[in-house]
C-alpha cells in the first residue's frame, strides 16, 4: 500500500509538470506559466524579474441556461508557440513608430463530456501580458450566452489602488486612492453620493486599474480591442485579493451573446517597477489589429476652439427657446416659438469664435446647441430626441460654412444622440451626408443620459456594438469621431483611427460641475488614457466659474502653468483651448504656449512619474526639431528637475518657460505664473518649482 501510494504521488507530480506550459517574454523580463488542476481548471501566473506578481489565477467562463459551463473538466490537446516581432507607425500619435514584439502560447483545451473546444491564448511582451479565450467553429458550441466571465487576477498583497467605482454607465468619477481592503467602505461612499448603476458591487472597481504594491511594482489591469463583447468591470474578492472579470450585462441581465468562431478582447496586465514605464507602454495598442482604413490620409490632428464652455458655466445656453410646450406641440419651424437670448450658437457668436480660431493659427471650431431638439431635452421630455438635420433659426448652416471657409477654418459638427442610440442609426447615414455636403469632418458624438430603449446599459455588448458601428459608419464618410460618454477605449484606435479622441472619464466640465481633486491630471494617464486618447478639452484661464456666471459658484482646481502642462501630458490628437476668447484675451503671453504646442509627435519621454504625485513629459513635434515639456503637479508643492539629454548633440535651443509663480496656489492663486526664456542644449539641467495643483510647461525652439 505504501508503495503503491508513493507510485501515485510521483504519477500526480509528473502529471502536474505535463500539463504546466511556460511563456517568458522576449528580454525575459516575464516568466508567465499555464496549468490546470486536478478538476481541470484553467490557471496562470505571472513572474517580473524573478518575483511573482499576479498569483495562480483561475480561468473560464461561465454560461446561461446550460449543463456545463467552461470553467472546469479541461484537458490540454494542443499547444503553440510562436515569436512576432515589427514595426508598425501610427497615422498619429505619441511617436512615429512602435515595436510590437511578443512570445505567443496558444493553449487548446477540450472539455470532458461535452467535447467542447477553446483556445486561450497568451501574448508576453516586454511590458507586460495579454490574454484572450478563442471559440473555434465546432459542432457542440455554437450559439452561447455569457452568465459571466471567470477571468482572475489574483494579487500578491494588499496593494495601493487608484481606483473609480464598478458603474454601468459612467466613468465621469474623480479617483480614489486607497488600500485594497479598503475599497469595500470606501466605495459603498461612492454609490451614496453617486448612484448611476441599477445594481452595484461593493468592491467593484473600473478598469483601466493602476495598483502599486509595497515594493515599488506598479501594475496597470485593463482590457484591449473591445469588440462585440461587454466591457470588463473588476470585483474584489477583499478577503483573498483576488480580482475578477465582472461583465457589463444588456437589459436582460445577459453578459454576452457568442456566435462561434469568435473570441474575447484581451485582457491586460502592464507591469514595471518604473511609473514611466506603464505610461509609455503601447501593450493595448499592439493587441489591437492594424488599421483597417487602408488611406488614411484625410485622418489629421486638430486643435479646436468652441461654442462649449460658455454653455457648461452656464453663461449661454443649448437651446433656441425654453418654450417646451410650444415647439412640442409640432411648431417645428419655431415661428412661434419665443428665443430665450441666451442661445449660444447664433451666427454672431459663432463667427466670434471662428476670427478667433484664424487669428491664432486653430484648426478649427466646435459648435453645440446648434440644432433642434434641445429645447424638448430641457423641457424634460421621456424620450429625447434630436435631429441631427435641421438647425435653428439663428445658426446659419452654409453661410457659417463659407465663413469658415473662408478664414481657413472649419466647424466640428456635434451630435447629442441623449443615448437613443436606435435613433441616432437610423438617421445616421443622412446625418453624415449632411456633414460631408456642408464641410464638416469630425463629430463630437454625445451619449448623455440613460441608454434607450430603457433598461439597457452604456457599456453592455449591444452599445458597445453601436459605438463601433458609429466609428466604421464615420469611416465610409470619412469622418473623424471624438465620443463622449461612449465606452472606454481600448486601443481600438489602432484599427480605426478615424476615432481620435474619446471623453470616458471624468474631463475639464466638472470643473464647472463643483470641481475635481487637484491631482485628478496625474492619476488619468495612468488609468483611463491607458487605451487611447482623452478630449480632456483643457486650457481654463479664468478659475473663478462664478466670472462666467454669478450663480455658479463654482472653481478649477488648477493654476494656469497646469492647464499650459495637460497639452503636453494629457496625450490628444485632439486638443482643445476650451476657455472664451475674452479670458485667453487677457492672458496673451499664456496663451502663446497653447497657439505653439503641437498635436502630433514623433517621439516622447516620460521624465519623471508618480501616479497621484506628478507626471514631467517631453515630446517632439512630428516634422521638427522642437520639444514640448509639461509637468503637472498634484496636492503638494516640490521641486522638478529636468535633463535635457533628450535634445540633439550639437543643437542651441531657446526654452519658453512657463510656471508657477512662487506664491501659486490652485486654490488662492491659480493664475499667478511667470515667462522667461533661456538657452539650453542637450547638457542643460533645470530645477523648477510646481505650486499644489499646478505644474509648468516648456517650448523647446530649434535655433536657426
Excluded at 28 to 46: A, H, I, R
Excluded at 369 to 376: S, T
Excluded at 472 to 499: C, F, Q, S, W
Excluded at 617 to 624: D, F, L
Aim: hydrophobic share 35%; charged share 25%; aromatic share 12%.
Amino acid at each position: 500500500m505504501k508503495n503503491l501510494f508513493f507510485a501515485s504521488l510521483i504519477l500526480f507530480a509528473f502529471s502536474s509538470i505535463a500539463e504546466a506550459q511556460q511563456l517568458k517574454s522576449p528580454e525575459g523580463k516575464f516568466v508567465m506559466e499555464f496549468s490546470l488542476q486536478n478538476d481541470g481548471t484553467p490557471t496562470y501566473n505571472l513572474k517580473y524579474k524573478n518575483k511573482e506578481v499576479v498569483k495562480t489565477s483561475k480561468l473560464g467562463l461561465e454560461l446561461k441556461d446550460d449543463k456545463k459551463s467552461l470553467l472546469n473538466d479541461f484537458t490540454i490537446t494542443d499547444t503553440k508557440t510562436s515569436t512576432f516581432d515589427e514595426t508598425w507607425k501610427p497615422v498619429w500619435g505619441e511617436v512615429d513608430h512602435i515595436r510590437n514584439h511578443y512570445n505567443e502560447l496558444a493553449v487548446t483545451l477540450n472539455q470532458k463530456g461535452t467535447d467542447r473546444q477553446i483556445i486561450i491564448r497568451f501574448r508576453l511582451f516586454d511590458d507586460g501580458l495579454g490574454f484572450r479565450y478563442e471559440f473555434p467553429a465546432q459542432k457542440n458550441l455554437t450559439y452561447f450566452v455569457i452568465k459571466e466571465e471567470r477571468s482572475q487576477f489574483a494579487m500578491t498583497g494588499d496593494h495601493t489602488a487608484f481606483w473609480i467605482p464598478g458603474d454601468y454607465d459612467t466613468q465621469e468619477y474623480d479617483y480614489t486612492k486607497s488600500k485594497l481592503s479598503e475599497i469595500r467602505g470606501l466605495s459603498e461612499k461612492a454609490y451614496t453620493a453617486n448612484v448611476s448603476q441599477k445594481s452595484f458591487s461593493p468592491t467593484g472597481v473600473q478598469t483601466s486599474l493602476m495598483l502599486k504594491t509595497a515594493d515599488g511594482i506598479y501594475i496597470n489591469l485593463h482590457e484591449a480591442a473591445l469588440i462585440d463583447y461587454s466591457c470588463m468591470h473588476l470585483n474584489l474578492d477583499d478577503k483573498n485579493l483576488i480580482f475578477e472579470s465582472w461583465l457589463t450585462p444588456d437589459a436582460k441581465g445577459d453578459k454576452g451573446h457568442m456566435q462561434a468562431p469568435n473570441h474575447s478582447p484581451w485582457r491586460t496586465i502592464i507591469i514595471s517597477d518604473d511609473a514611466r514605464e506603464i505610461l509609455a507602454s503601447k501593450m493595448t495598442y499592439n493587441l489591437n489589429d492594424p488599421s483597417k482604413i487602408e488611406n488614411t490620409s484625410w485622418i489629421k490632428p486638430v486643435k479646436y476652439v468652441g461654442v462649449w464652455w460658455e454653455m457648461i458655466t452656464g453663461k449661454s445656453s443649448w437651446s433656441y427657446t425654453n418654450d417646451f410646450p410650444t415647439v412640442q406641440l409640432g411648431v417645428s419651424d419655431f415661428s412661434k416659438a419665443k428665443p430665450n437670448g441666451t442661445h449660444g450658437a447664433n451666427n454672431a457668436n459663432v463667427k466670434k469664435y471662428i476670427d478667433f480660431a484664424a487669428a491664432n493659427g486653430f484648426d478649427a471650431v466646435l459648435v453645440e446647441g446648434w440644432n433642434e431638439g434641445w429645447e424638448d431635452w430641457f423641457g424634460h421630455s421621456k424620450d429625447y430626441v434630436f435631429d441631427f438635420l435641421t438647425p435653428y433659426p439663428d445658426f446659419d448652416v452654409k453661410g457659417l460654412h463659407e465663413y469658415a471657409k473662408s478664414k481657413g477654418v472649419k466647424i466640428i459638427m456635434h451630435h447629442e444622440t441623449s443615448g437613443s442610440v436606435r435613433n441616432y442609426e437610423r438617421h445616421m447615414d443622412a446625418a453624415y451626408k449632411f456633414m460631408n455636403d456642408n464641410g464638416y469632418d469630425a463629430v463630437k458624438s454625445g451619449y448623455v443620459g440613460d441608454i434607450l430603449p430603457r433598461g439597457e446599459n452604456h457599456y453592455s455588448q449591444w452599445i458597445v456594438n453601436h459605438y463601433q458601428y458609429a466609428i466604421e459608419k464615420a469611416a465610409d464618410y470619412k469622418i473623424m469621431v471624438n465620443a463622449h460618454e461612449a465606452v472606454r477605449p481600448t486601443g481600438i484606435a489602432r484599427t480605426y483611427p478615424n476615432l481620435i479622441g474619446n471623453e470616458a472619464a471624468r474631463g475639464t466640465e466638472y470643473q464647472a460641475f463643483g470641481g475635481s481633486k487637484p491631482n485628478h491630471v496625474t492619476v488619468l494617464p495612468f488609468t483611463r488614457l491607458i487605451g487611447g486618447p482623452m478630449d480632456y478639452t483643457p486650457g481654463i484661464f479664468e478659475m473663478d466659474i462664478s466670472k462666467m456666471n454669478p450663480e455658479n459658484k463654482s472653481h478649477v482646481n488648477s493654476t494656469i502653468a497646469n492647464q499650459l502642462a495637460l497639452y503636453v501630458t494629457m496625450y490628444s490628437p485632439l486638443q482643445m483651448a476650451a476657455d472664451t476668447p475674452e479670458n485667453y484675451n487677457r492672458f496673451p503671453d499664456a496663451f502663446q504656449f497653447i497657439k505653439d504646442v503641437a498635436v502630433d509627435w514623433s517621439e516622447s519621454k516620460y521624465i519623471e512619474a508618480e501616479p497621484g504625485d506628478f507626471i514631467t513629459v517631453a515630446r517632439k513635434a512630428k516634422g521638427t526639431n522642437n520639444w514640448f515639456v509639461g509637468n503637472v503637479n498634484g496636492d503638494n508643492s516640490r521641486t522638478s528637475n529636468i535633463d535635457f539629454g533628450f535634445l540633439e548633440k550639437g543643437k542651441k535651443y531657446t526654452a519658453t518657460i512657463y510656471a508657477d509663480a512662487k506664491d501659486a496656489h490652485y486654490k488662492t492663486n491659480p493664475q499667478a505664473y511667470t515667462i522667461k526664456k533661456i538657452a539650453v542644449t542637450n547638457k542643460s539641467k533645470l530645477s523648477q518649482f510646481s505650486a499644489p495643483g499646478g505644474g509648468y510647461a516648456i517650448s523647446i525652439i530649434e535655433n536657426k
